[in-house]
């Protein structure tokens, strides 16, 4: 069954620090999402993508976030200068429809 | 804003018998989606099921089966013939199926606990 691929799975960074989390959705995919779960709690939504730009973003995704598709196959979330509080595991998932995620395995980010 | 509720952040369950978790929702729109997540120790979010608002029948895969009530807003899992794979964190999520790529938004999560 196709997978998406997330990398690295763990990465620890110092405070201040830029960190790119990076997912490979599976091909035939139209729409992506990235999540974040911070440790044992509730799945957090970030920003789904669709057509090349950013269909919806929540509250948590300020001006520290981004994300890009910079070749047609990667999907990238970049976090420009982490914060002890951005320490979660990051989850991305595609989907062709509405219908089923497949999410990818995560990362999880340590900010030291 | 939807919401989604789990009021019970543990269960636990003897193998082979059966349990159902609990969740409920809050939302003023007619047609969305309702999903039930798996996440195991290894930390994947595995879908589990899903029923769409518009259907009536309530949504069955193998062991794991819904009882949707629209009306009252309610999404509940029961798994039948309990495993110990089983046991992993359950989260319940509902989408919206007004919006193009729309969030999905979590319940806080039922750890299920499989006792041999």
């Known amino acids: 069954e196709p997978e998406v691929t997330q990398t690295p799975s763990h990465q620890v960074t110092q405070m201040g620090q830029e960190v790119i989390l990076r997912c490979v959705p599976i091909s035939n995919h139209l729409y992506f999402y990235w999540y974040r779960q911070i440790l044992g709690q509730k799945v957090e939504f970030l920003v789904s993508?669709?057509?090349?730009?950013?269909?919806?973003k929540s509250e948590i995704f300020d001006d520290q976030f981004s994300v890009e598709r910079p070749d047609g196959s990667n999907f990238t979330l970049k976090i420009r200068s982490t914060k002890l509080e951005d320490s979660a595991m990051y989850f991305c998932?595609?989907?062709?429809?509405?219908?089923?995620?497949?999410f990818g395995s995560g990362t999880r980010l340590t900010v030291v | 804003a939807q919401t989604v509720t789990q009021s019970q952040p543990e269960m636990s369950v003897q193998e082979a018998e059966t349990v159902t978790l609990s969740c409920t929702y809050d939302t003023s729109e007619s047609d969305y989606y309702l999903f039930w997540y798996k996440q195991p120790p290894s930390r994947q979010m595995i879908l589990v099921i899903r029923q769409e608002a518009y259907k009536q029948q309530n949504a069955t895969e193998n062991r794991f089966s819904v009882n949707f009530q629209k009306a009252a807003k309610s999404f509940s899992l029961k798994i039948s013939d309990s495993q110990l794979g089983d046991a992993a964190m359950y989260f319940c999520a509902y989408r919206s199926s007004n919006t193009n790529a729309g969030k999905s938004t979590f319940g806080d999560g039922t750890t299920l606990t499989v006792k041999p």
């Open positions: 998932a595609s989907s062709e429809g509405l219908l089923r995620d497949t």
């Open positions: 993508f669709y057509n090349n730009e950013i269909s919806e």
